[in-house]
């Protein structure tokens, strides 16, 4: 092979080689271009993940810790609830117990009070009686004092 033979390119084919060249080039830093603004948005998007993760763990955070809250408030409510149930029993039946006791004593007093007059009934019946078997036996004394006379 000789060369002149391949030596033989022409200006339009080097030309055309340096176009295909700064084309592929232009390409090239186009894509890179293209690339590096995919990876910034994608780090952008990332960053933008990361960053409504975050919020929203913190916001899921917060409503655990004010539900937590809400339920040892709930817990505490309910206790002194019980509490002041336990001490409002407490004193009714302390109540009760003394109502009971005043009712027992005064049942006591009305039974005694009902015996008295049961005896006094009975004394006051027992006194008429003996009275009356004085008045007829005074009677019956006169009426044959009186038989006898006539």
Same mark, same amino acid.
Request: aromatic share 2%; net charge negative.
């Given at each position: 092979?000789?060369n002149?033979?391949q030596?033989t390119?022409t200006?339009a084919?080097?030309?055309?080689?340096?176009?295909e060249i700064?084309d /592929?080039?232009n @390409?090239?830093a186009? +894509? !890179?271009? #293209?690339l =590096? $603004?995919?990876?910034?948005?994608?780090? *952008?998007? %990332? &960053?933008?993940?990361?960053s409504?993760?975050?919020?929203e763990?913190a916001? /899921?955070k917060? @409503?655990a810790?004010? +539900? !937590?809250? #809400?339920? =040892? $408030?709930?817990r505490i409510?309910?206790? *002194?609830? %019980? &509490?002041?149930a336990v001490v409002?029993?407490?004193h009714?039946i302390?109540q009760l117990?003394?109502?009971?006791?005043?009712l !027992?004593? #005064?049942? =006591?007093?009305a039974r005694?009070?009902k015996?008295h007059?049961v &005896?006094a009934?009975?004394?006051?019946a027992h006194d008429?009686i003996q009275q009356l078997k004085?008045?007829?036996?005074a009677l !019956?004394d #006169?009426? =044959?004092?009186?038989?006898a006379?006539?």
């Open positions: 092979m000789d002149t033979q030596t390119v200006q084919e080097i030309h055309a080689w340096r176009t700064r /592929l080039k @390409t090239v186009a +894509l !890179r271009s #293209a =590096e $603004q995919e990876i910034i948005d994608k780090k *952008k998007s %990332v &960053q933008e993940a990361i409504a993760g975050s919020t763990f916001q /899921l917060a @409503t810790s004010a +539900l !937590r809250e #809400a339920l =040892e $408030q709930a409510d309910r206790d *002194k609830a %019980v &509490q002041d409002t029993a407490s009714e302390v117990h003394a109502a009971t006791s005043a !027992r004593d #005064a049942l =006591e007093l005694q009070d015996e007059c &005896q009934a009975v004394l006051a008429e004085a008045t007829v036996a !019956r #006169a009426l =044959e004092a009186r038989r006379a006539h």
